[in-house]
């Protein structure tokens, strides 16, 4: 619902906060190739016009550019050339909910729900049965092959057989492809479809690291540096104390090489 939404745009600007980003919002709605009724659409996109209403920053519409399994809002950030990139999105799928006929028990009804028990035992008993069946019928097969063995032209024979069975029913998967259409099946009794959001907070990571090197121009947050402190010492002859100063007190994981800055080292003794 569009409250549950509103959390999501929530989180979604206290992430970027953390990077001082400003972002712009927009609603991309039903595409030509959608799929799903026009009314399920209409009702995911005016939950989520509700949401970006409530949410109370300015957005705007994007027309015909949601996903073909439902509308989404995407978000644009700008990089230090002014340039827009989609990072992140949020998006809900109604469809894959339908096609996989994903449902969730909405009902407390406990009378209902040992009915259904009891259905889905007895149809693992059948299944196991028919399973031990078969598996019995093959190996009685196997066994009285083996007690008379077909000659070579038998053989052939039995593989033409069933080489022409094989290229009937391939023949027959084609037909049954072209006229398929795709049936919703119905939901059991206390049950509900679920909704699908789809949600990337950073959107694409790599684009993501990008836009916020060229922001940073590469002077990262104190807390996201790699290097956050390092030891400087003024002079060669304090080296031996700035060492294991730098590795006991800082508790690095680096070796205590890499945390002394010996630039000033260097320059001084370029300068001399």
């Known amino acids: 619902n569009a409250e549950y ?59 015909g550019d949601g996903a073909f399994y439902g509308p989404k809002i995407d978000i644009q950030l700008k990089d230090a050339f002014g340039r827009k990139h989609q990072c992140a999105t949020i998006q809900l799928d109604f469809v894959l909910p339908i096609r996989f006929n994903l449902q969730y028990r909405a009902s407390e009804d406990q009378e209902q729900i040992e009915v259904e028990k009891v259905a889905s035992q007895q149809h693992l008993q059948e299944t196991q049965q028919i399973q031990q069946e078969q598996a019995q019928a093959e ?23 069933k080489d022409s069975i094989h290229s009937h029913a391939d023949s027959h998967k084609e037909k049954v492809s072209q006229t398929w259409e795709f049936q919703e ?21 790599e684009r993501f690291m990008a836009v916020l090197t060229e922001e940073t121009g590469g002077k990262w947050p104190f807390w ?49």
């Open 5 to 63: 939404m509103g959390t999501q745009l929530k989180f979604l600007e206290y992430f970027y906060s953390l990077f001082n980003f400003s972002f712009s919002l927009e609603l991309s709605t039903r595409p030509d190739n959608a799929l799903g009724e026009k009314s399920i659409w209409d009702k995911a996109e005016a939950a989520l016009a509700e949401a970006l209403n409530d949410f109370g920053q300015e957005w705007k519409l994007n027309p």
């Open 139 to 161: 190996k009685q097969q196997e066994q009285k092959a083996e007690a008379h063995p077909h000659t070579h032209e038998q053989q052939d024979e039995q593989r033409s057989h």
């Open 185 to 205: 099946l119905p939901l059991k009794h206390g049950f509900q479809r679920p909704v699908i959001i789809h949600r990337a907070i950073a959107g694409s990571f």
């Open 224 to 272: 996201l540096s790699p290097r956050q402190v390092m030891v400087c010492p003024i002079s060669e002859k304090f080296l031996d104390y700035a060492e294991p100063v730098s590795y006991t007190h800082l508790r690095a994981h680096e070796t205590p090489e890499h945390l002394v800055c010996r630039l000033l080292l260097e320059k001084k003794k370029n300068n001399q």
